[in-house]
């Protein structure tokens, strides 16, 4: 077995191997690039050396200058992860000519796989069922449309050389043949330099099912069950699990031993994945291999007992399979969410930023984590977005769906919009808790996935508990500030609402971020219960104790407990529905990043405009919006401060505006201020 060995890549995979390979007592070299000096794989390695900056082009795509540590560090091998140079053969290729181990497949069977249509032609010629459709080497786009016409609408168009969803198109029908493929063929160039174009039929409703191969030099291959990976956003996985739901003892095996000729056909070695296309009737149909070790490995690796990065390691370094295909046994049922700092009501865009609060459950038997980031660590433009990977394990489906669901509302992320609650209403749905499961689910079922944000701002519920929440806040510092202050008895800092000539009363202002609803005042009287909240249309008593993050609530009588980020007026609320945030307009604070003062319309940061709300000569409502910016990818909303009019918009629609810039000029109506005092 290996001494020392080098990772090269990034984030949680690195973390995950280096795991393994310090079980085996292996010592691992981390590289990195100047952007994740202080990443949690950096910290996890025996040794580190930086390969430069943050692009990926510029470090972790650098084979000669990763080689060039790996001898430096004398360490033998290199494992690739997933990504990055994990399905590069020259990078194999260079590996070789350096003595150094490749903890993958060899150079020979990359290629082979390396595009998809050489791909399909290798596996006719084992005679493993394909997709029907055209991969041959003849390009003219009259032959392409020739046999889309030929074999029936709709079809899909895909890059021989793509990956990552990109470079392919549906094409329904026959007039939408030529501009789907000049643009698919656009975005094959950009991403991977060859416009090369295949043309399947598109199943309308299948499943994507994959097999887990591995492969030894002595020639034993195995296959270690399926995944099923249909629920998708952007052909992208997002949701995986194993075994795949509805799946039989006898289409397992005829699936499995397909994907073990696959491999044999190419004389793989080491991890791969032969993904297919499961249609209604029990069909399958090879898509593509993947020659290395995929994403959603977690889930194989729950209900098989199995370490398949040891596996890795072991076949790497010459040994036979641990076990062969008799030995090997299912057990129980895994799902895996993936966890990706995006923003799924603007089309899954990623996002990026800073990880404020992050706070996830307790790993068990039951729960593992897959992570390679901490609290205060930032996702940057650099690197892909995921933040983790969140896998459940139980002795049934059921069970294990009652698990993630329960674990996404433990996973908590403020700083940045991340996928969590929209997992957990996918993980919840009827839909999908009866496995009624095809590519186009989240199309399908996009009403109950994607409820309105506006639907937030009247959840007086919760609105009331952010309400508590900043109360409580406001009772602590002012009690911290009296403990620090030379008279703690002086009347200001008394937060029970006291004001000269004034009722026992505070207000409190909170908005919902990108919601074009105005902004809600809660009026809070305490009494001797708590608080007496005044919301739109009904009165609530809520008293609660806030220690650090956990927010004890009583509700008109009912006890909860909820989960509460704040970062500079960010409140995030973590409920058993799911996370809520809000906007509270601190006292004092308002101009900081929320809201201008009267008069000075301007831009809480750089940015992009990306829509005008009210044109000049508009007559506007007390926070009705006027101008839509975004910045860090998150919307903000700037907004009338009272009635009045706009007289001017300084920009217009995709302007790029500095921070403190003017957007819009305001004229108050005259008996504005005295309304706005009452
Ligand atoms: P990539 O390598 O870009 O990820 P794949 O070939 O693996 O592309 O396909 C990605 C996803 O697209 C699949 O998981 C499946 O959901 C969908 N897909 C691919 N081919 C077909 C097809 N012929 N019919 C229907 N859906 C398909």
């Known amino acids: 077995m290996f001494k020392k060995i080098l990772i090269a890549n ?17 010592r691992c070299v981390a590289v990195y690039s100047e952007a994740d000096a202080n990443a949690l794989h950096v910290s996890m390695a025996d040794e580190a050396y930086c390969i430069g900056p943050a692009p990926s082009a510029e470090s972790y795509l650098c084979g000669d200058k990763i080689l060039e540590v790996a001898k430096q560090s004398g360490a033998t091998a290199v494992h690739p992860g997933y990504g990055f140079l994990s399905e590069n053969a020259g990078f194999v290729k260079a590996c070789e000519d350096e003595g150094i181990c490749f903890i993958g497949p060899p150079a020979s069977a990359i290629e082979a796989m390396g595009s998809k249509s050489a791909a399909k032609t290798i596996m006719e010629k084992a005679g493993v069922p394909l997709v029907p459709g055209y991969h041959g080497d003849d390009q003219s786009p009259d032959l392409l449309k020739q046999s889309a016409d030929q074999m029936g609408y709709p079809v899909l168009l895909k890059a021989t050389a793509g990956g990552g969803g990109k470079g392919m198109r549906v094409v329904w029908a026959e007039k939408e043949f030529d501009e789907a493929l000049s643009s698919a063929k656009r975005e094959a160039v950009k991403g991977f330099g060859d416009e090369r ?20 030099h002595q020639g034993n291959a195995v296959y ?75 889930v194989t690796e729950l209900i098989s007992g199995q370490d398949l990065v040891e596996w890795q390691l072991q076949v790497a370094a010459g040994n036979r399979l641990p076990l062969l295909q008799q030995d090997l046994r299912l057990k129980g049922h895994a ?29 068990s038997q039951h729960v593992r984590i897959d992570s390679g980031v901490r609290e205060g660590d930032e996702v940057s433009v650099y690197y892909d977005p995921m933040i983790a990977k969140l896998i459940v394990w139980d002795q049934s489906r059921e069970r294990a769906l009652s698990r993630m669901s329960q674990a996404l509302l433990e996973f908590r992320v403020a700083g940045m919009k991340t996928n969590t609650g929209f997992l957990k209403r996918l993980v919840d749905h009827p839909a999908f808790q009866r496995a009624d499961l095809d590519t186009s689910f989240i199309d399908k079922h996009e009403a109950e996935l994607f409820p309105s944000v506006d639907l937030q701002a009247q959840d007086n519920r919760n609105v009331a508990i952010a309400a508590l929440f900043v109360l409580l806040k406001q009772r602590q510092s002012s009690a911290m500030a009296a403990q620090t202050s ?32 105005p902004s809600i005042e809660v009026l809070a009287e305490q009494t001797s219960e708590g608080y007496l909240l005044r919301l739109v249309g009904e009165k609530m008593i809520v008293s609660g104790q806030l220690d650090q993050d956990r927010l004890i609530v009583k509700l008109n009588g009912h006890q909860t407990t909820v989960f509460v980020a704040e970062s500079e007026g960010h409140i995030t609320l973590f409920t058993e529905q799911g996370t809520r945030e809000y906007i509270w307009y601190k006292p004092g604070l308002e101009e900081h990043a929320f809201e201008q003062d009267e008069g000075s319309l301007t831009a809480p940061m750089n940015g992009t405009i990306v829509a005008v709300l009210a044109d000049p000569g508009t007559a ?14 998150m919307e903000y909303t700037i907004r009338a401060p009272t009635k009045g009019l706009v007289t001017e918009v300084f920009f217009k629609e995709g302007d790029l505006v500095d921070e403190g810039v003017q957007l819009v000029a305001f004229e108050a109506d005259a008996d504005a201020d005295a309304k706005d005092g009452e």
Not at 10 to 26: N, P, S, Y
Not at 255 to 283: C, H, P, R
Not at 620 to 633: H, P, R, S, Y
Request: hydrophobic fraction near 35%; include cysteine; charged fraction near 25%.
């Open 620 to 633: 506007v409502d007390t926070d009705q919006g006027l101008i839509v910016m975004e910045a860090m990818k």
């Open 197 to 216: 174009m295949l043309v399947e039929k598109y199943l309308t409703q299948p499943r994507h099912v994959e097999i887990q191969v591995f492969a030894d």
């Open 10 to 26: 990034r984030g949680e995979i690195a973390c995950r191997v280096m795991q393994t390979a310090h079980k085996l007592g292996i």
């Open 486 to 517: 030379s008279d703690p008895y002086s009347p200001w800092f008394n937060l029970s609402g006291w004001r000269v000539n004034e009722s026992n009363q505070q207000r409190v202002k909170l908005s919902v971020p990108n919601s074009e609803q």
């Open 335 to 363: 799902l895996e969410a993936r966890i990706y700092a995006e923003d799924p009501d603007n089309d899954f865009l990623p996002v990026t930023g800073n990880l404020t609060y992050l706070r996830t459950p307790l790993e």
């Open 224 to 298: 270690l069950f399926e995944r099923d990976c249909s629920v998708q956003r952007r052909h992208q996985k997002v949701l995986e699990e194993a075994p795949a739901p509805g799946m039989t003892e006898q289409l397992r095996q005829q699936m499995g031993e397909a994907a073990v000729k696959a491999a044999q056909a190419i004389n793989y070695v080491g991890a791969g994945t032969v993904e297919f296309l499961l249609d209604k009737g029990g069909s399958f149909y090879f898509m593509e291999m993947n020659t290395r070790l995929q994403v959603e490995h977690p």
